[in-house]
């Protein structure tokens, strides 16, 4: 997406997997979404040594409200994300395709120069990783543009950001906007760039505020908003130690994960009691939060 990814996956993708067992994970993607998104599991990774560890899938595709795709994953898939685009016209040649998280290439990406452009809500994965655990997160470091959810079938924790944040988002952020004025985005103070200096800067964790230490959630203007309307996502670049924004479960599990974009109360029932009620989830557990090292 951009060159604030969050440090942590740059730490996953170097720390190699203990022993790889053979096993391919099956990912679902499920648009509940009243209306179309393009979808984008791009192939490159800002960190090469990530590996070539990827899903047989095309890289973009179409997604009509309520359809779902499902894919197996190699399970020690490193560095992989996901995120959905909004208002797309793939017959524009130049210049953005889609209103959030376009990328060069049309709908798919290009392999060299496709990585998107906030604002976008992304879900991360790292499978095997330090421990022998999968690493996942619904990250809004780079804004957001589009609920979602990531769900698993052996009662691990739901990383999430159900809320649309568009239509609430303080007009500092708030954006881009459709044909009709509805604010389908909202960005990051990094991203709309209120301080005036990405490259040296508290709401992009840049330059001397590059560290956990340097950047905490305080210096980052509306992390509050962020993370008080979605307390289970990343929240900014360092959010790890919230404990609720790197999700890990037991890799000996070998879980299957559902991303689910729109999980709605009112419109999906099922999805509402599935977000609340994962089966086998001890009631009140949370993960230990991740360490910077
Ligand atoms: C993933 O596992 C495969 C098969 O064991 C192996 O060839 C590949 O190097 C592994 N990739 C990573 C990133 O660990
Ligand atoms: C898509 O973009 C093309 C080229 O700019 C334009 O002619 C067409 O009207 C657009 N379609 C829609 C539905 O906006």
């Known amino acids: 997406m951009s060159p604030r990814t969050p440090a942590a996956l740059k730490r996953w993708a170097t720390v190699l997997a203990a022993v790889a067992a053979c096993e391919a994970r099956t990912f679902t993607v499920f648009n509940a979404c009243p209306f179309t998104i393009w979808c ?48 797309c016209n793939f017959s524009i040649t ?29 879900a991360e994965w790292t499978l095997q990783g330090d421990g022998n655990r999968d690493f996942y997160d619904v990250s809004l470091v780079d804004g957001f543009d589009l609920p979602m959810a990531i769900t698993n079938n052996v009662g691990c924790s739901t990383a999430s950001c159900p809320v649309d944040l568009g239509p609430i988002c303080p007009s500092q952020i708030q954006g881009p906007f459709d044909s009709t004025g509805f604010p389908v985005g909202c960005k ?9 200096d990405p490259t040296n800067s508290p709401n992009c964790c840049s330059g001397s505020f590059d560290t956990a230490a340097t950047c905490p959630s305080s210096g980052v203007e509306f992390y509050s908003f962020f993370k008080g309307n979605c307390p289970d996502a990343y929240g900014y670049a360092f959010d790890e130690s919230s404990g609720t924004a790197l999700w890990t479960c037991d890799s000996g599990l070998n879980a299957d994960y559902t991303l689910t974009f ?15 009620r994962p089966s086998g989830r001890p009631t009140g557990r949370r993960p230990r939060p991740w360490r910077h090292r």
């Open 40 to 87: 984008v599991r791009p192939l490159m990774f800002t960190d090469l040594t990530a590996g070539t560890a990827v899903p047989d899938f095309p890289t973009g595709w179409e997604a009509a409200p309520l359809s779902s795709v499902t894919f197996t994953a190699p399970d020690n898939w490193t560095a992989g994300r996901i995120w959905g685009r909004r208002d």
């Open 94 to 122: 130049t210049g953005p395709t889609c209103l959030t998280g376009w990328c060069n290439g049309g709908l798919l990406c290009d392999p060299h120069t496709g990585t998107g452009v906030p604002p976008a809500t992304v």
């Open 188 to 196: 990051s103070a990094c991203f709309a760039n209120l301080d005036g």
């Open 262 to 276: 729109c999980p709605y109360v009112d419109v999906f029932p099922r999805t509402f009691i599935f977000l609340t």
